[in-house]
């Protein structure tokens, strides 16, 4: 079955479905990392969204039991340039065109991915969609006719944290779940020290407080920070009562609730290989990233935040360390599944500030 992908700017790529059939509308975004698909098409981050792989063979070691960072996919769709029928690997469990299909999650395989990267590196990530059904005339009005990405408020699609009816444990830490990557709940578990309770992304500050918790976690999610400022308004009530740690979109969510702000990227970062440098030190880390907003290092004046780490690709915010608190946050995965673990320390630095 043919498949066809148009941009909002009536730019088309043809190929062949390796997915579900119909139709998936989103942003269009591109992945430049080699490996992790599977932990990258189950990224709740990437809600909203249509990805695009770089590396040229996806699904060549199938899909597995044991690396989803969700239970279901939260992405539109994925366009690749070849996608493997036949993986090979001893923890494959299905395919990965199975995998789509069984999430009727749409899929083109055989596209000229680098020139679409090309176009969103030039023109920015614009909305598109997959079709096997409409003609382009068709898409181009669906698209046109789309709610969009910026604006919404998307964590709301991706969450499922419910809020407990049993009272926290002393030391408990909070997580406040944005649409978090399973990884960053297991982090925090293996730590072992301190039991982790999981909250809805509109819990209150009274909640927070009522459970005299010895931490907080913002998690990741998807979608534009200033479409869900009910988070960064419970963070202003509660910030300066513990430690905290945000982490992408609570990254985002601290400098917001300190009166910063975001701006949206051209075309984001999403890849397993970002060099971060940290001020502090001057060492350089690689590291895992899925973002399409930033903090403005302008707009911190004020709020008690300082830039602790800068991207070297292109020189924005990529971590803020309040200078009297114990709050800091990351613009990466310090829990890096996939991508390089090196920043793991980012979770021993949290419980450290815990324990003090």
């Known amino acids: 079955m043919k498949a066809l992908l148009a941009l909002i700017d009536g730019t088309t790529w043809t190929g062949d479905a390796a997915g579900a059939p119909g139709t998936a509308l989103g942003e269009v975004v591109f992945n430049t990392s ?4 599977q932990e990258i098409i189950t990224d709740p981050s990437y809600a909203g969204q249509l990805i695009t792989f770089t590396y040229p063979l996806i699904g060549n070691y199938g899909i597995n039991l044991q690396d989803y960072e969700a239970e279901r996919p939260a992405t539109r769709g994925i366009i690749v340039k070849e996608i493997a029928r036949q ?3 001893w923890r494959t469990a299905m395919t990965l065109a199975d995998y789509l299909l069984g999430h009727d999650i749409l899929a083109l395989s055989g596209a000229d991915t680098r020139s679409l990267t090309r176009h969103i590196r030039t023109e920015g990530c614009v909305m598109g969609g997959i079709t096997t059904e409409l003609t ?5 009005a669906a698209i046109q006719a789309h709610p969009g990405y910026v604006g919404r408020d998307l964590v709301r699609e991706v969450t499922t944290a419910l809020p407990h009816q049993t009272p926290a444990e002393a030391g408990t830490i909070g997580l406040i779940d944005c649409g978090h990557k399973a990884n960053i709940l297991r982090m925090l578990q293996d730590h072992g020290s301190h039991p982790v309770r999981v909250y809805a992304p509109t819990v209150s500050a009274a909640e927070l407080r ?7 976690v913002l998690s990741n999610g998807p979608g534009d920070p200033s479409a869900v400022m009910y988070i960064a308004a419970t963070l202003r009530e509660i910030y300066q009562e513990l430690p905290v740690m945000g982490i992408c979109l609570g990254h985002q969510m601290l400098a917001l609730a300190l009166g910063g702000r975001t701006v949206k990227l051209r075309f984001g970062h999403r890849g397993a290989n970002h060099p971060v440098q940290d001020l502090a030190t001057g060492k350089v880390t690689m590291t895992s990233q899925n ?7 302008e707009s911190l004046a004020g709020s008690g935040l300082e830039v602790s780490h800068i991207n070297l690709n292109d020189g924005t915010v990529e971590g803020l360390r309040h200078r009297e608190l114990p709050v800091f946050s990351v613009q990466y995965h310090p829990e890096a599944f996939p991508g390089p673990r090196e920043n793991a320390y980012l979770f021993d630095e949290f419980f450290t500030l815990v324990a003090r």
Request: aromatic content about 8%; glycine content about 12%.
């Open 34 to 37: 080699m490996t992790g698909y």
């Open 136 to 140: 382009s005339s068709e898409m181009l």
């Open 291 to 297: 973002h399409g907003f930033v903090v403005d290092p």
């Open 87 to 89: 993986p090979s690997n």
């Open 210 to 216: 009522n459970d005299q918790l010895a931490g907080l």
